[in-house]
């Protein structure tokens, strides 16, 4: 079964544009969490997805925003980036039918801002 | 969630067994113990998980005290790829806490 995978895997932006990332959960995995992963503060929850609906959210503001569509891939967009939005954004799925519920990581992407 | 507290580095001789300590005092009876690691610059890697007994895979062995105020983590045979950050991570189980809480785990450096 094909892991987690995660589009593009590099990026480059300058301040003040906007991104998106795309994430595709392994098949049959029904919830998609996004992460952001810096030197400073480490491994942070953003939000996460389930049946195309936001389910649960982090301290992060409403630049960050994501969707979730009908075939369990998800999409997250940042907006007016900033120089701190140079992270790495890891997805993770799960099959949100288990207890409990393991996630399972994507490679990321590594966004860079200018 | 529980709050976990692990060393921030230990070394490992290869092909000797690595034990990676975790201490999750505060854990409650619900509460999961999860171990993942992340090699450099990498998503990361689901290893094991467990409540209250000890687990095995194919990757490592879970043990978790009889109180599970804490756990060890026993990779039995540790080669220079598992150089890695190692993240104990402890969680309610799935569904609407789906959410996992990272703190700043132990860097295993496995030396030749």
């Known amino acids: 079964k094909a892991g987690v995978t995660q589009t593009p895997r590099y990026l480059i932006k300058t301040r003040g544009q906007q991104v998106t990332l795309s994430c595709s959960p392994i098949?049959?995995?029904?919830?998609v969490s996004w992460y952001q992963q810096t030197p400073g503060q480490g491994l942070q929850f953003l939000f996460e997805?389930?049946?195309?609906?936001?389910?649960n959210k982090g301290n992060f503001p409403g630049r960050f925003s994501g969707r979730q569509f009908s075939n369990s891939r998800s999409e997250m967009n940042v907006s007016t980036l900033e120089l701190g939005d140079s992270a790495l954004y890891l997805c993770a799925s799960s099959l949100d039918s288990s207890v409990p519920d393991t996630q399972y990581f994507g490679p990321g992407t590594r966004l860079t801002v200018l | 969630d529980a709050k976990t507290t692990q060393p921030p580095s230990m070394d490992c001789a290869e092909g000797r067994a690595a034990n990676l300590p975790c201490n999750h005092s505060?854990?409650?009876?619900?509460?999961?113990v999860y171990w993942y690691r992340q090699i450099h610059s990498q998503g990361p890697q689901y290893i094991i998980h467990?409540?209250?007994n000890n687990e095995t895979n194919e990757m490592a062995s879970l043990i978790i005290t009889e109180d599970r105020k804490s756990s060890t983590l026993i990779l039995p045979h540790a080669t220079l790829r598992d150089t890695a950050v190692y993240y104990c991570?402890?969680?309610?189980?799935?569904?609407?806490?789906?959410?996992?809480?990272f703190g700043t785990g132990t860097l295993l450096a496995v030396q030749p």
């Open positions: 505060t854990i409650s009876g619900n509460e999961y």
């Open positions: 991570i402890v969680r309610r189980p799935g569904g609407a806490t789906n959410k996992l809480i």
């Open positions: 098949s049959g995995h029904r919830s």
């Open positions: 467990g409540l209250k």
């Open positions: 997805y389930f049946s195309e609906t936001q389910r």
